[in-house]
């Protein structure tokens, strides 16, 4: 089945720096790779996501990158800002088929003032 | 949008007790419904996947006798957690597909005392 890694585990950035998280995924079927932001006890949030048939998404301070070939995507994150400082999942999934989604291990991205 | 209601919010029994976690679909039909669980400082990891009118697919490792899944309707489906010991005590969530991408319930706080 699909496994997804993330690295890395934490990420600790100054306010306005960039901040780049990386997955890899292991099923070459996979066709959707969202990305989402998880606060403590709270459930996932959506902030980006990218289909196998484009190469890079972007939405404002945030995008997304996505290498088939060699089965990576990254999330980069420009600006950044304290209220960034979140935990980060990047997922994959055959969607069309209503596949099973499954997460890397979350990335602890902390943007000190 | 697509919302995955999910109750209870935070649950609190005693060892050896049932625990029942539901999730509905309020303005979709869910035929699949993921269930996920998420220990503290780790990743959602799947449990096991629900369709509705046959058996649960199990992830590797999943009990399920312990963990019994029901998807009786196109709109609801419940996690039931039995002989809950301590080390059942997560947060559980669930996940339906919909749309372009997934819906997630606000996931539930089990407490195994």
């Known amino acids: 089945g699909e496994n997804v890694e993330q690295h890395p585990s934490t990420l600790s950035v100054q306010e306005g720096d960039s901040a780049v998280i990386k997955c890899t995924y292991s099923?070459?079927?996979?066709?959707?790779f969202p990305w989402y932001k998880q606060e403590l006890g709270k459930r996932p949030q959506l902030i980006i996501d990218?289909?196998?048939?484009?190469g890079e998404k972007k939405d404002q301070r945030i995008a997304v990158t996505l290498n088939k070939t060699a089965k990576h995507f990254s999330l980069h994150i420009t600006e950044t800002q304290p209220e960034d400082s979140a935990v980060y999942f990047c997922?994959?999934?055959?969607?069309?088929?209503?596949?099973?989604?499954?997460f890397g291990q979350g990335t602890e991205l902390s943007v000190k003032p | 949008g697509a919302v995955v209601s999910q109750h209870p919010s935070w649950v609190i029994c005693k060892s050896g007790t049932s625990v029942k976690i539901e999730c509905r679909s309020l303005?979709?039909?869910?035929?699949?419904m993921f269930w996920y669980r998420q220990f503290p400082k780790q990743s959602l990891m799947l449990m096991a996947t629900?369709?509705?009118?046959?058996?649960?697919?199990?992830e590797q490792g999943v009990e399920k006798d312990k963990f019994l899944i029901n998807h009786a309707s196109l709109t609801l489906s419940t996690l039931t957690v039995t002989s809950a010991h301590p080390e059942d005590s997560s947060f559980y969530i669930c996940?339906?597909?919909?749309?372009?991408?997934?819906?997630f319930g606000s996931g539930t706080r089990l407490t195994v005392v």
């Open positions: 996940s339906a597909p919909s749309g372009n991408g997934y819906t």
């Open positions: 099923d070459s079927a996979s066709n959707y």
């Open positions: 990218i289909r196998s048939n484009v």
């Open positions: 997922a994959a999934s055959i969607n069309n088929q209503g596949g099973k989604l499954i």
């Open positions: 303005d979709f039909q869910a035929t699949t």
């Open positions: 629900s369709n509705e009118g046959s058996k649960a697919t199990y």
